[in-house]
């Protein structure tokens, strides 16, 4: 399909200023300007009252917490006791079909906050775990047409695992891990700079998850087929003590020891980041997922984004797991990160635009998808129509920041990914909202069987 966008309030280009259409042609932008003539093949989307973005790009989620949002053994709860009151208590019990659910709610809470791009980092991996359940994921985000990067979590340390204690499950082998990988890559994983779907080497935990000598097997594994890498670091202070317990030097430098850092690598949170951590994440190109909303609900701290982003390290931003980030939205995580930041160190700290270049050329960039992220004539029409003419919108004097500025509640009237249409008329496409409701509810009520 071609559309052409019209008569929007603007759009957030870096190389149109006061452009208000955009020519939507084969997937790709073909044009962007003002009052561009109408093409007998083409769908016209009329813009008015909307602002258009980029779409943004999550980081880093774990789409499976769409069914544990707000449980209550975990509300209350720093990490650590989280972590054992609420996903690993459950995780186990995931059928393919609980995940299908879960997959399809969370990308659907993605589309209408205005992501187009999601990273998802899936670790429902055991000795015995059932290849449907990864296939659930890659099924819900080609139905429902979001670019996807499915981020392989695993845990092989035998017996270390807390999740999987008293849960009659086993751990993968490092063996298990790398021909289920393979398997992934061959039918999934596609190279391309504007790929829909991509596969990346995802520890869940760098620190906990195994040993060095697996890390180092995967990384090799990773850069030898070009697969990129992430992991959780520093969400909370124990991974530093562990480091030092367990192998005695900083937990970026046990990273950087085991070929963990890099341009092709970004770890969710690192919050705990002290000044040489900064420094050996911005001299190896290393980016950061920052999940400003979870790191809140946790209590875990905010990380120092400012002093990150002055010494050069690639920002991108993510929703979490919805188990953690209740509301599930990547517009709240722009809006949270443009005034969390400012409040712990002034207002110099983020400047909205800024912010949401974090929130989308600087996820693709991490990424990776290079031909994504921005809104420019040839790169992939990936963008999202945010509808500004509202009572709650109509007062602000800098539109195009609007939705950032006044956060959620707001209306992605229209979205597009690689040209297709994803949202439409504020609903998303494929998908019957009753129908979504009643699956989730299910699905809840089975896992809930397992208390
Ligand atoms: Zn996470």
């Not at 813009?47 to 053994?73: D, E, F, I, N, Y």
């Amino acid at each position: 399909m071609n559309y052409l966008i019209r008569n929007a309030v603007g759009v957030v280009s870096p190389a149109s200023l006061n452009a208000t259409d955009i020519r939507i042609r084969a997937g790709k932008i073909a044009d962007i300007g003002c009052q561009l003539d109408i093409r007998p093949d083409e769908t016209v989307i009329d813009g008015r009252g909307c602002v258009v973005w980029p779409g943004l790009v999550s980081t880093h989620h774990h789409l499976a917490q769409s069914l544990l949002k707000g449980v209550p053994a975990g509300i209350n709860e720093p990490l650590g006791e989280w972590l054992k009151a609420v996903p690993w208590r459950f995780w186990p019990h995931f059928t393919p079909t609980m995940m299908y659910h879960a997959a399809r709610l969370g990308l659907y809470e993605m589309l209408l906050s205005g992501v187009t791009t999601c990273a998802d980092h899936h670790y429902l991996y055991h000795r015995d775990t059932s290849p449907e359940l990864e296939e659930a994921v890659w099924q819900a985000a080609e139905e429902i047409g979001i670019r996807f990067a499915l981020c392989r979590g695993f845990a092989i340390e035998a017996g270390s695992h807390k999740g999987m204690q008293g849960l009659h499950v086993e751990p993968e082998s490092i063996e298990l891990v790398i021909d289920r990988l393979e398997a992934t890559r061959k039918r999934h994983h596609d190279p391309a700079s504007d790929a829909m779907a991509r596969l990346v080497v995802a520890p869940t935990s760098l620190v906990h998850s195994s040993g060095p000598e697996a890390l180092r097997i995967l990384s090799d594994y990773a850069r030898g087929n070009g697969l990129r890498r992430h992991s959780h670091l520093l969400e909370v202070g124990f991974d530093e003590q562990q480091a030092q317990a367990k192998y005695g030097m900083p937990a970026i430098d046990y990273a950087a020891s085991n070929g963990w850092l890099g341009n092709d690598i970004w770890f969710a949170h690192l919050v705990h980041s002290d000044r040489h951590t900064i420094n050996q994440l911005a001299a190896s190109g290393t980016g950061i997922g920052h999940c400003p909303t979870s790191n809140c609900r946790l209590g875990s701290g905010i990380a120092p984004l400012r002093a990150m982003a002055d010494a050069g390290v690639p920002i991108s931003l993510g929703v979490d797991g919805s188990a953690s980030s209740e509301s599930a939205s990547m517009l709240q995580e722009l809006n949270m990160c443009w005034l969390i930041h400012r409040a712990i160190g002034g207002p110099q700290a983020t400047r909205a635009e800024e912010v949401l270049g974090w929130g989308s050329a600087g996820g693709a960039s991490i990424l990776g998808l290079e031909n994504v992220g921005t809104l420019e004539v040839g790169k992939a029409a990936d963008m999202v129509l945010f509808d500004i003419d509202t009572p709650r919108h109509s007062a602000v004097h800098t539109p195009l920041m609007a939705p950032l500025m006044c956060g959620e509640p707001t209306t992605v009237k229209h979205s597009f990914v690689n040209g297709r249409q994803v949202v439409a008329d504020g609903n998303v496409v494929g998908v019957d909202d009753e129908r979504l409701i009643h699956e989730v509810k299910e699905s809840i009520a089975l896992l809930l069987k397992h208390q």
